[in-house]
């Protein structure tokens, strides 16, 4: 019993370590690649990369 509650809590503990893929990666402006676009979407999960002195909306 003890042997396969070890095992039931190793892999938990290993699909919990794989990456989320559910990140998105806004796409550039055609004319500023400094502009990114990017649908809404309430449960998704959006990568926002910024410099200092710089605007992020």
Known sequence: ??????????VIAALAAFPVQALEIPASAQQDNRVRFVSYQPYNITRIVGTIRSSVQ
Do not use: G, H
Request: glycine share 0%; hydrophobic share 60%; net charge positive.
């Open 1 to 10: 019993m003890r042997n396969q509650s070890f095992l039931a809590m190793a």
